[in-house]
């Protein structure tokens, strides 16, 4: 027997990893034979480089960037060898977790250290670089990323913009002559699923621009800013991309990347399965397991439980789910290739207790499913 066991993490409790060696023990308990493939799955947010890394056996690597506000960080990227692919988690440069909430804003925050993470990854000889683009701080449109880059973004003096979205106001020209050349040979994808245009009522400062600390009036600023950017460098580029889905992203990050690097979208967990050959253990498997913190009806807007049993399905394979909590919803996933839902805690405990003895508790629950498995299978 095969079972493909490819669980997202559960946030504030275990890695994917993590998730996926308490499942596979628990099935070893029951099912000393079976052949237990591990693929520590995400989509395309925080854990997407760890994930890749595990199962791809990657390196880990560090760079010294500005954070969102300048201050210094040292942010971690993936490096797949054998492939010269750069695997790009925005948040480790850019991302909301780096500022405290008392000094958020979506005026002044940049994705300049974004920016030199891919230009580590150009020093690095990638031929590819992913950029998950969850988590971000900043509502630049990708300006302070492109800057890092080589674009100058100079105001009718002819002097560089000060960093973040506001400041694109000021904007008069796009100097391109000192874009970095390496840019044009390499490859760009950008897992996400946010399908937001730049600017409107739908787009990036409207809609998340109040979590990173914009006030209303600053929000249609921003917008009103966003807007002017796009229109520069329809010009520059002879190419708008505003509209596009996906440009809202990050603080329009998803726009820089579309108009300046040609970037490609796709799901966050269609790039990580990719990645983890998780079609190719899949296709002969006799069961997949799978699971996040939370099972709901967001679980449906493109989570690693629906990506993993769109692919599931698509060779008839059946899938269980194993999740923290089992939210509103969440049995609609039934009519997308789940066959089964079960929650973590075996009884009445609080969050913190669950969190605490997830591996456990995970366990456990995968020595429950196995048996309840062998009796289906005895009974056909």
Same mark, same amino acid.
């Given at each position: =027997?095969?079972?493909?066991?490819?669980?997202?993490?559960?946030?504030?409790?275990?890695?994917? %990893?993590? @998730?996926?060696?308490?499942?596979?023990?628990?099935?070893?308990?029951?099912?000393?034979?079976?052949? +237990?493939?591990?693929?520590?799955?995400? *989509?395309?947010?925080?854990?997407?480089?760890?994930?890749?890394?595990?199962?791809?056996?990657?390196?880990?690597?560090?760079? /010294?960037?500005?954070?969102?506000?300048?201050?210094?960080?040292?942010?971690?990227?993936?490096?797949?060898?054998?492939?010269? /692919?750069?695997?790009?988690?925005?948040?480790?440069?850019?991302?909301?977790?780096?500022?405290? #909430? *008392? $000094? $958020?804003?979506?005026?002044?925050?940049?994705?300049?250290? /974004?920016?030199?993470?891919?230009?580590?990854?150009? *020093?690095?000889?990638?031929?590819?670089?992913?950029?998950?683009?969850?988590?971000?701080?900043?509502?630049?449109?990708? &300006?302070? &990323?492109?800057?890092?880059?080589?674009?100058?973004?100079?105001?009718?003096?002819?002097?560089?913009?000060?960093?973040?979205? +506001?400041?694109? &106001? %000021?904007?008069? $020209?796009?100097?391109?002559?000192?874009?970095?050349?390496?840019?044009?040979?390499? $490859?760009? *994808?950008?897992?996400?699923?946010?399908?937001?245009?730049?600017?409107?009522? %739908?787009?990036?400062?409207?809609?998340?621009?109040?979590?990173?600390?914009?006030?209303?009036?600053?929000?249609? %600023?921003?917008?009103?800013?966003?807007?002017?950017?796009?229109?520069?460098?329809?010009?520059?580029?002879?190419?708008?991309?505003?509209?596009?889905?996906?440009?809202?992203?990050?603080?329009?990050?998803?726009?820089?990347?579309?108009?300046?690097?040609?970037?490609?979208?796709?799901?966050?967990?269609?790039?990580?399965?990719?990645?983890?050959?998780?079609?190719?253990?899949?296709?002969?498997?006799?069961?997949?397991?799978?699971?996040?913190?939370? !099972?709901?009806?967001?679980?449906?807007?493109?989570?690693?439980?629906?990506? #993993?049993?769109?692919?599931?399905?698509?060779?008839?394979?059946?899938?269980?789910?194993?999740?923290? /909590?089992?939210?509103?919803?969440?049995?609609? =996933?039934?009519?997308?290739? @789940?066959?089964?839902? !079960?929650?973590?805690?075996?009884?009445?405990?609080?969050?913190?207790?669950?969190?605490?003895?997830?591996?456990?508790?995970?366990?456990?629950?995968?020595?429950?499913?196995?048996?309840?498995?062998?009796?289906?299978?005895?009974?056909?």
């Amino acid at each position: =027997m095969k079972i493909v066991i490819a669980p997202d993490s559960f946030k504030d409790s275990l890695s994917a %990893q993590g @998730v996926a060696d308490a499942i596979a023990l628990g099935l070893a308990e029951v099912w000393p034979d079976a052949q +237990l493939v591990k693929c520590p799955m995400a *989509d395309g947010g925080e854990g997407t480089v760890e994930s890749v890394l595990a199962a791809c056996n990657g390196e880990l690597r560090h760079t /010294t960037v500005r954070g969102p506000l300048g201050v210094v960080v040292d942010a971690a990227w993936g490096w797949l060898p054998h492939s010269h /692919t750069a695997i790009i988690e925005m948040a480790e440069a850019s991302g909301l977790q780096l500022v405290p #909430v *008392d $000094r $958020r804003d979506a005026c002044i925050s940049s994705t300049f250290g /974004t920016g030199e993470l891919i230009r580590a990854a150009l *020093d690095a000889g990638a031929q590819r670089v992913i950029l998950a683009i969850g988590g971000s701080a900043t509502n630049d449109g990708g &300006a302070g &990323a492109m800057q890092a880059l080589g674009v100058r973004l100079l105001d009718t003096q002819g002097e560089e913009l000060e960093p973040g979205g +506001l400041a694109l &106001a %000021q904007l008069a $020209r796009i100097d391109l002559s000192n874009i970095d050349p390496r840019l044009a040979e390499v $490859r760009f *994808d950008i897992a996400a699923d946010v399908n937001n245009p730049l600017c409107g009522p %739908q787009g990036a400062s409207a809609i998340f621009g109040p979590q990173k600390g914009a006030s209303p009036e600053q929000v249609q %600023q921003l917008d009103r800013a966003l807007g002017h950017f796009a229109e520069l460098c329809a010009q520059a580029l002879n190419n708008d991309v505003r509209d596009e889905p996906g440009s809202g992203a990050a603080g329009g990050l998803g726009f820089a990347a579309k108009a300046f690097l040609g970037a490609q979208f796709k799901a966050g967990v269609d790039v990580v399965a990719e990645l983890v050959g998780l079609e190719d253990a899949v296709k002969d498997a006799d069961l997949v397991i799978t699971g996040e913190g939370r !099972f709901d009806a967001q679980t449906l807007r493109g989570k690693t439980p629906f990506g #993993v049993a769109r692919i599931a399905r698509q060779h008839g394979v059946p899938v269980i789910v194993i999740a923290g /909590t089992l939210g509103d919803g969440y049995e609609q =996933m039934y009519e997308h290739g @789940v066959d089964a839902a !079960f929650a973590l805690p075996s009884g009445p405990m609080s969050l913190a207790q669950a969190c605490a003895h997830a591996s456990q508790l995970l366990r456990e629950r995968a020595g429950d499913i196995a048996r309840v498995w062998s009796l289906a299978i005895r009974n056909r």
